[in-house]
C-alpha cells in the first residue's frame, strides 16, 4: 500500500528510466560548478613577451595618466593583496571594481604560468588611467623588476620584461604610460618632474605596489631600470674616470661611499659586469657623483625615508638598486646585462 502515489515511470524491473538519471545527474553538476568560485579569471596562453611588449604606453603630453584617489588606491592595495596571495576568487571581485583584470597566462616560451595583473581598458579608450601592469610568477626568485620609465628612458621596458623572464623573478612592475605623459607636475621631490613620471610621485598605483611588496617581505630586493643620454655619459665618464661608452652607474639611492667587497645585490651586480671588460660599472657614491637615484620614491620608501616624497633616505636597506645606463647598454646589451643580472641574483641568494 503506497501512502503517495508515484509520478516517475518505472521499467517492468522498478527501476526508473536511464534518462531521469542523467537529467539528475546533470543539474547536480551544474549546481557544484557554480557553488565553487572560478579560479581561473581570464585564460590566455601564448608569447607573454610579445603580449607585454604590445602595450600602448601614450604620447609626450597627452595627459593620459589619471592620478588615482586616496580611496583608489586603498581598494587597489587590497586588490593587489588578494593577488599576490593568490586568492583568485577575491581578486577578480576586486579587479572589476576598479577596472582592472587578473589573468592567467600560459607562456609558451618558458613553458610556465604567470599571473597579470592589468587595466580592462587600454588605449586609446577613455576609461585608460595608466595605472601600469603587474605580473606575478608564482615561486620566482625574491626579487622585482621595475620599469617605471619603459618608453621615456629607451629599451627599458623591454629590457625589464626580457630579464624578468631570463631570470625568474617573482614579480614585474611597468609603469603604465610615459613619465612625460602628464600636464601637472609631481608635488614630489621638487618641481622637475610631471605627475606622471612614477619614479618621483608617491600617489602612483606603482608606488602602492612597490610599498607592500617592500614591507611584506624584507629581504626582497628591487631592480629599477634607467637610462641617460650623451651630456649625462659625458659626465659620468668624467667623473669615473672612463672613455667607454657603455657605462652603468648603480646606486642604492643614498649619497654615501659602500664597500667593494660587501654583500649587497650592487656589488654583486657589478662583479658580474667587471668580469668581461666589456661594460664599464661605476658606482654612485664610490666613483660618481651624479645620476644617484636619491630622489627616487621608491627607492627612499625602501630606505625608509621619513617622508619618501620630500625627504632623502638617510641609509641604505641594501635591497634597491637604481640602475642607469647608457643608450648603447640599453639597445645593444640587454641579453648581457639578463645573464650579469642572473649571475648576481644567484651569488646574492646562494
Same mark, same amino acid.
Given at each position: 500500500?503506497?501512502?503517495?502515489?508515484?509520478?516517475?515511470?518505472?521499467?517492468?524491473?522498478?527501476?526508473?528510466?536511464?534518462?531521469?538519471?542523467?537529467?539528475?545527474?546533470?543539474?547536480?553538476?551544474?549546481?557544484?560548478?557554480?557553488?565553487?568560485?572560478?579560479?581561473?579569471?581570464?585564460?590566455?596562453?601564448g608569447?607573454?613577451?610579445?603580449?607585454?611588449?604590445?602595450?600602448?604606453?601614450?604620447?609626450?603630453a597627452?595627459?593620459k595618466?589619471?592620478?588615482?584617489?586616496?580611496?583608489?588606491?586603498?581598494?587597489?592595495?587590497?586588490?593587489?593583496?588578494?593577488?599576490?596571495?593568490?586568492?583568485?576568487?577575491?581578486?577578480?571581485?576586486?579587479?572589476?571594481?576598479?577596472?582592472?583584470q587578473?589573468?592567467?597566462?600560459?607562456?609558451?616560451?618558458?613553458?610556465?604560468v604567470?599571473?597579470l595583473?592589468q587595466?580592462?581598458?587600454?588605449?586609446?579608450?577613455?576609461?585608460?588611467?595608466?595605472?601600469?601592469?603587474?605580473?606575478?610568477n608564482?615561486?620566482?626568485?625574491?626579487?622585482?623588476?621595475?620599469?617605471?620609465?619603459?618608453?621615456?628612458?629607451?629599451?627599458?621596458?623591454?629590457?625589464?620584461?626580457?630579464?624578468?623572464?631570463? $631570470?625568474?623573478? #617573482? +614579480?614585474?612592475?611597468?609603469? @603604465? =604610460?610615459?613619465? *612625460?605623459?602628464?600636464?601637472?607636475i /609631481? %608635488?614630489?621631490t621638487?618641481?622637475?618632474?610631471?605627475?606622471?613620471?612614477?619614479?618621483?610621485?608617491?600617489e602612483?598605483l606603482f608606488?602602492?605596489?612597490?610599498?607592500?611588496?617592500s614591507?611584506f617581505?624584507?629581504?626582497?630586493?628591487?631592480?629599477?631600470?634607467?637610462?641617460?643620454?650623451?651630456? $649625462?655619459?659625458? #659626465? +659620468?665618464?668624467?667623473?669615473? @674616470? =672612463?672613455?667607454? *661608452?657603455?657605462?652603468?652607474?648603480? /646606486? %642604492?639611492?643614498?649619497?654615501?661611499a659602500?664597500n667593494?667587497?660587501?654583500?649587497?645585490?650592487?656589488?654583486?651586480?657589478?662583479?658580474?659586469?667587471?668580469?668581461?671588460?666589456?661594460?664599464?660599472?661605476?658606482?654612485?657614491?664610490?666613483d660618481?657623483?651624479?645620476?644617484?637615484?636619491?630622489?627616487?620614491v621608491q627607492?627612499?620608501?625602501t630606505?625608509?625615508?621619513?617622508?619618501?616624497?620630500?625627504?632623502?633616505?638617510?641609509? /641604505?636597506?641594501?635591497?634597491?638598486?637604481?640602475?642607469?645606463?647608457?643608450?648603447?647598454?640599453?639597445?645593444?646589451?640587454?641579453?648581457?646585462?639578463?645573464?650579469?643580472?642572473?649571475?648576481?641574483?644567484?651569488?646574492?641568494?646562494?
Amino acid at each position: 500500500m503506497h501512502l503517495f502515489e508515484t509520478h516517475s515511470q518505472r521499467l517492468t524491473n522498478g527501476a526508473r528510466p536511464l534518462a531521469t538519471y542523467i537529467i539528475f545527474t546533470v543539474v547536480l553538476l551544474i549546481l557544484t560548478v557554480v557553488s565553487f568560485p572560478s579560479k581561473a579569471l581570464v585564460i590566455m596562453s601564448g608569447e607573454l613577451d610579445r603580449h607585454l611588449k604590445s602595450y600602448n604606453y601614450g604620447t609626450k603630453a597627452d595627459n593620459k595618466w589619471v592620478q588615482p584617489s586616496g580611496n583608489y588606491q586603498t581598494d587597489f592595495k587590497a586588490l593587489f593583496e588578494a593577488f599576490h596571495q593568490q586568492n583568485w576568487p577575491l581578486a577578480d571581485e576586486l579587479a572589476q571594481a576598479v577596472n582592472y583584470q587578473v589573468i592567467q597566462f600560459s607562456d609558451v616560451d618558458t613553458d610556465k604560468v604567470y599571473y597579470l595583473l592589468q587595466e580592462k581598458y587600454q588605449l586609446p579608450s577613455d576609461k585608460f588611467i595608466g595605472g601600469g601592469t603587474y605580473v606575478m610568477n608564482v615561486g620566482g626568485t625574491n626579487a622585482v623588476l621595475q620599469a617605471p620609465h619603459p618608453k621615456r628612458d629607451s629599451f627599458t621596458g623591454t629590457q625589464a620584461i626580457d630579464a624578468f623572464l631570463y $631570470t625568474q623573478t #617573482k +614579480l614585474l612592475m611597468l609603469a @603604465g =604610460t610615459r613619465r *612625460d605623459s602628464s600636464h601637472d607636475i /609631481s %608635488e614630489c621631490t621638487g618641481t622637475n618632474y610631471s605627475a606622471s613620471d612614477v619614479a618621483h610621485q608617491t600617489e602612483s598605483l606603482f608606488q602602492v605596489v612597490h610599498e607592500y611588496m617592500s614591507d611584506f617581505d624584507l629581504e626582497t630586493v628591487f631592480i629599477q631600470y634607467h637610462g641617460f643620454g650623451k651630456t $649625462t655619459r659625458a #659626465k +659620468l665618464q668624467a667623473q669615473c @674616470g =672612463t672613455d667607454n *661608452d657603455l657605462m652603468l652607474n648603480l /646606486s %642604492e639611492s643614498v649619497r654615501y661611499a659602500t664597500n667593494d667587497q660587501e654583500h649587497s645585490i650592487l656589488h654583486s651586480i657589478r662583479r658580474s659586469v667587471e668580469s668581461e671588460g666589456v661594460i664599464k660599472a661605476c658606482v654612485y657614491g664610490n666613483d660618481t657623483r651624479s645620476l644617484g637615484g636619491t630622489w627616487n620614491v621608491q627607492g627612499r620608501h625602501t630606505n625608509d625615508s621619513v617622508d619618501s616624497c620630500h625627504k632623502s633616505a638617510d641609509a /641604505s636597506s641594501k635591497r634597491f638598486i637604481h640602475l642607469e645606463q647608457s643608450y648603447g647598454v640599453r639597445k645593444y646589451h640587454r641579453k648581457a646585462m639578463q645573464r650579469h643580472l642572473k649571475t648576481a641574483l644567484d651569488e646574492y641568494f646562494q
